[in-house]
């Protein structure tokens, strides 16, 4: 028990220092350094298998807080009712920290809150979320040549690390201003 409190009170000073940037206005990147970010912007969805079912999911990327952050909306409804409450939701908060790393994290409807640490490697988001010891796991968002974004998921298990998620993602619409 004391792991897993040890590991939330990470998370929390963590969210904690993050939000202070937020509040007082700090940006960590200049705008040049946020705006690698930019390309991800505007809502994508995708029709596909998640959780072994077939799901409309639909991810949105925005400016939030004057800019200073990029904040990204998780939404996987099931494809036989898309007018039934999502089964899935996550929210995110990325923030340049450097011309290719980030930092961020990750709440969920599971009830996850996670650290993540980021980097952009050509035009792929590579973000490893969770914390050594507990649940870890990575997302690579790669914008690929067809103007899609590929999203997938990884877990690491004892014997390492393992696929859960895979979606090709159409942009549905740009940036809102």
Partial sequence: MNRYRSAFLKIMVGLAALLQFAIAGVAVGSE???ARLADFAGDWESNGITFGQAAHSILRWHPALNGKFM???YEIKSADN????PIFKGLGYYQMSGKTSLKAFWAD???DLHPITARIKGRTLVSTWGVAGGKLGRTHYKLNRAGQMEVTDWLLHEDGWKQFNHNIFSRIKPMLE
């Fill in 109 to 111: 409807s599971s009830g």
């Fill in 71 to 73: 904040h990204v909306e």
């Fill in 32 to 34: 040049n350094d946020q």
């Fill in 82 to 85: 898309l007018d039934a409450q």
